[in-house]
């Protein structure tokens, strides 16, 4: 399977805190993309970072990429309780024609006001 | 931020009839458009990539005689389920990519549609 591994799955924090979330892939990308998903609902873009960045920042968001690891991580700074939701990166792939784009595992993560 | 507009938001059907999902991008042109189905606190596992004109291009172990996917115009894709079953209720959630952003842009979702087969 392409799908990306995501992790932790689930992550609870107090407000106030940060958190981390770790994305791993398995083959070469041109960009890799971060989701939020609430519950029940479609996926919002929140960072795209390209092959040859290895750093993005966007508000209280940070992304990192390390393609020679094929990882990324999502920071959140000082979280909210808003912040509660399901977050998923996708990688493009080459196929059918187009690039595709295949989501990771995700993880749950649920701020604690 | 370019919307994509999905209907019906929630189905439900008897086992054995045919339900069919649109997916409109707003105010934007989709060449392409990709249907995802996505089960209980999991991820999303791409289906079909629809392409505006051509036929769709289905991912291993999906059904194409299933899930017809029509992509009639650059607004516009739909996914029908053909004789529903309870196994096909899930989370189904069309995305698209504007045409102008090329090939590796950003997708915006629609929000989803509740499909439930009795």
């Known amino acids: 399977s392409q799908q990306g591994e995501e992790d932790p799955q689930a992550l609870s924090i107090q407000e106030g805190e940060n958190a981390t979330m770790n994305c791993s892939y398995k083959?070469?990308?041109?960009?890799l993309q971060w989701y939020r998903q609430n519950s029940g609902r479609g996926l919002v873009h929140l960072i795209l970072i390209r092959s040859n960045e290895r750093e993005k920042h966007s508000g209280r968001l940070r992304v990192t990429l390390d393609t020679s690891k094929k990882s990324s991580s999502l920071l959140i700074t000082a979280s909210r309780a808003a912040d509660t939701a399901s977050y998923f990166c996708a990688t493009d792939a080459w196929g059918s024609g187009t690039y595709k784009y295949i989501f990771g595992t995700g993880t749950r993560l649920k701020v604690l006001a | 931020g370019a919307v994509v507009s999905q209907h019906p938001s929630r189905v439900i059907c008897k086992s054995g009839t045919s339900v069919k999902i649109e997916c409109r991008s707003l105010d934007f042109q989709a060449t392409t458009m990709f249907w995802y189905r996505q089960f209980p606190k999991q991820s999303l596992m791409l289906m079909a990539t629809s392409n505006e004109g051509s036929k769709a291009t289905y991912e291993q172990g999906v059904e194409k005689d299933k899930f017809l996917i029509n992509h009639a115009s650059l607004t516009l894709s739909t996914l029908t389920v053909t004789s529903a079953h309870p196994e096909d209720s899930s989370f189904y959630i069309c995305?698209?990519?504007?045409?102008?952003?090329?090939?590796?842009?950003?997708?915006?979702f629609g929000e989803g549609s509740r499909l439930t087969v009795l």
């Open positions: 083959t070469s990308i041109n960009n």
């Open positions: 995305s698209a990519r504007d045409r102008l952003w090329g090939s590796t842009g950003e997708l915006f």
